[in-house]
Every structure is written in C-alpha cells, then in structure tokens.
C-alpha cells in the first residue's frame, strides 16, 4: 500500500504561480511512477505532467513551459510547480502513484481543488 499526502497552495491569480506537492509513504519501493492529474468541470480527468523512477518526466502540452514536475527521492515527494497561470487551469488537482508489479495499481492523493481567478 501507498499513501499520498498532498499540500500546497489552492489559489492563484492568472500569470501567477502555485506549488503543489505530494509526500509517498508506506511501500514506497513498488513506485514506478509517480504524477499529477486534473478534472476540470464537465471534464474527463487528464494527465498534466509525469515523472518515472529513472527521472524522466513528460508534460501535456497544455502546460508545456508553464508547468513543471519535480521530486526529491530524500523526502519521497513529488512537487507541481505551476507558472504563468490562466484561469483555464482551474480544477481539482489530484497527485497519483503506479505501482507496475502484476496487473498494476493506482493510488490516489486526496484532490485539491485549484482556483486561479482575478
């Protein structure tokens, strides 16, 4: 079992920044990848960025050049750093952890509602 706490600020303006982080604890050696996801309203839930045990990281193109993932494998945490915002990035941001072993697991972070507004 994983369990993912997240943190970090909800609310942003447009053109600023949030920081998003998620902290693994528990079996921590079964992760082979580690991101974050969002769900806009009315939306389907998407992949923002992604990041796997060897370090290497994929972004949507959405947030290509705005968003950036990063980790501290000291700390098992996960960062979302989030730049240049707009309010089209407004959504529930949710922090996921894969376990590939067998048919594969997901495990969920608690969802943070993220705000940007002027």
């Known amino acids: 079992q994983v369990q993912l706490v997240e943190a970090g600020g909800g609310l942003g303006q447009p053109g600023g920044s949030l920081r998003r982080s998620c902290a693994a604890s528990?079996?921590?050696?079964?992760?082979?990848?580690m991101g974050w996801y969002r769900q806009a309203p009315g939306k389907q839930r998407e992949l923002v960025a992604g990041i796997i045990s060897g370090g290497s990281t994929n972004h949507a193109e959405s947030v290509k050049g705005g968003f950036t993932i990063s980790r501290d494998n000291a700390k098992n945490t996960v960062y979302l750093q989030m730049n240049s915002l707009n309010p089209e990035d407004t959504a529930v941001y949710y922090c996921n952890a894969h376990a590939a072993a067998g048919s594969g697991t997901d495990y969920w972070g608690q969802g943070t509602h993220v705000t940007v507004s002027s």
């Open positions: 528990g079996s921590i050696n079964s992760i082979s990848s």
